[in-house]
Every structure is written in C-alpha cells, then in structure tokens.
C-alpha cells in the first residue's frame, strides 16, 4: 500500500509561485510512477503533471507548460510541484497521485493512478 500526504498550499498573489510537496509511506516510493491533479468547486478533476518511476520522463497539461516544474526525489519519499507565474485559474484543490507498481511510466489519465492524498489548496489572488 502506498499512503501520500500533500503539503505546501496556500494563498499566494497572482505572479507569485508555490512548492507543493507530498510524502509517499511505505518502501514501495521509488517503484511508483507520480503525478499531480487538481479539481476546483464545481469543475471535473484534470490533470496538471506526471513523472516517471525513474524520475527521467515528464508530462505537463498545456495550461500549466512552462510555468510548473514536476520533480522527486526518492531517498526523500517525495514528489514536488513547482508552481511559478501562477494566475487566479490555477485555484483548486491539488492532489497528489501514485501508480500501481507495474507502472512505470508518466501518465495523464487519472484511472490510471491508483493511490490519491488527501489535497492541498491552493488559492491566488488577482
């Protein structure tokens, strides 16, 4: 079983940036695949950015390319989300994501990920 705990939400000025971070149990962190989703009031979960197992692949949504940085580091059990040049639409709840062992690869699809923490908010002003 793979537990995940996000951190590092909060409220930030429209330009302003955030370092979202989320701490994977267990000994099984470094076979998982990770990504990161977010859900805003009343708007379906999408996808925000992936990384591999390895660390060495990534993918990002069109909306966030260029502003967000998705990295791991695996003797820490962790996966961050830098968030640079953030704009009020990136207002929602952030969720952290994990793939099944046999899952290497980065993916954008949510049924893919089978472990999700419990969400951080993230709020930007205009």
């Known amino acids: 079983q793979v537990q995940l705990v996000e951190s590092g939400g909060g409220l930030v000025q429209a330009g302003g940036s955030l370092r979202l971070s989320c701490v994977a149990s267990g000994r099984t962190f470094s076979s998982n695949a990770m990504g990161w989703f977010r859900q805003a009031p009343g708007k379906e979960r999408e996808f925000v950015a992936a990384?591999?197992?390895?660390?060495?692949?990534?993918l990002y949504a069109d909306s966030v390319k260029g502003r967000f940085t998705i990295s791991r580091d695996n003797a820490k059990n962790t996966v961050y989300l830098q968030m640079n040049s953030l704009k009020p639409e990136d207002t929602a709840v952030y969720y952290c994501?994990?793939?099944?062992?046999?899952?290497?690869?980065?993916?954008?699809?949510?049924?893919?990920?089978?472990?999700w923490g419990q969400g951080t908010q993230v709020t930007v002003s205009s």
């Open positions: 990384i591999s197992r390895s660390g060495r692949s990534t």
């Open positions: 994501a994990a793939r099944g062992v046999y899952s290497a690869t980065s993916s954008a699809r949510s049924s893919e990920y089978n472990y």
